[in-house]
T-cell receptor, first 110, second 114 residues
Framework: QKEVEQNSGPLSVPEGAIASLNCTYSDRGSQSFFWYRQYSGKSPELIMFIYSNGDKEDGRFTAQLNKASQYVSLLIRDSQPSDSATYLCAVNTRTYKYIFGTGTRLKVLA | KAGVTQTPRYLIKTRGQQVTLSCSPISGHRSVSWYQQTPGQGLQFLFEYFSETQRNKGNFPGRFSGRQFSNSRSEMNVSTLELGDSALYLC?????????????FGDGTRLSIL
């Protein structure tokens, strides 16, 4: 089992819809969870981070964490074509490392 | 505030050579981590430095090494380059080490091995 798993996609959503991106992790001791956006040919850009169970909202983005089920999600409301990118989930581990998933490619269709 | 600065942006080397990459973190950030990104493997953790000490390392051979200076700037060295070392090398900085702090990435160094 991979330490951090994401569906590679592509996930296609129409403009204006909600995009839901999911990530599962294997280390129950993980405390910190991060979402990054990476455009093709660019470096990852931090979108959000969450430490506690529940939801955290920032503009059109909502991160959801469920430690009991070991998953973290990112919701993007009112999706725009400019949101088309690869979304990377990162989780810290008990060995104090950041582990990244392989990313989900999101395509927002105009 | 200036972001993470990596130099050079592009490098072309041949097998057997060695290369040194540089990273200047965001001002005030004391932890620097290095990653290798390839299409097949995604983002792979190389090592993390804090207070001039390697705090953590990933599963890479000893040809990959790094160091950190007193001003938190970091360098990464790869010796005896192999074709498989062709990748985007990313540096990320954070306030503290340990994976609990958000990391911010530089633009990366794209290394091509001929």
């Amino acid at each position: 089992q991979k330490e951090v798993e994401q569906n590679s996609g592509p996930l296609s959503v129409p403009e204006g819809a909600i995009a839901s991106l999911n990530c599962t992790y294997s280390d129950r001791g993980s405390q910190s969870f991060f979402w990054y956006r990476q455009y093709s040919g660019k470096s990852p850009e931090l979108i959000m981070f969450i430490y506690s169970n529940g939801d955290k909202e920032d503009g059109r983005f909502t991160a959801q964490l469920n430690k009991a089920s070991q998953y973290v999600s990112l919701l993007i409301r009112d999706s725009q074509p400019s949101d088309s990118a690869t979304y990377l989930c990162a989780v810290n581990t008990r060995t104090y490392k950041y582990i990244f998933g392989t990313g989900t490619r999101l395509k927002v269709l105009a | 505030k200036a972001g993470v600065t990596q130099t050079p942006r592009y490098l072309i080397k041949t097998r057997g050579q060695q290369v040194t990459l540089s990273c200047s973190p965001i001002s005030g950030h004391r932890s620097v981590s290095w990653y290798q990104q390839t299409p097949g493997q995604g983002l792979q953790f190389l090592f993390e430095y804090f207070s001039e000490t390697q705090r953590n390392k990933g599963n890479f051979p000893g040809r990959f090494s790094g160091r950190q200076f007193s001003n938190s700037r970091s360098e990464m060295n790869v010796s005896t380059l192999e074709l498989g070392d062709s990748a985007l090398y990313l540096c990320a900085s954070s306030l503290e080490p340990g994976g609990n702090q958000p990391q911010h990435f530089g633009d990366g160094t794209r290394l091509s091995i001929l």
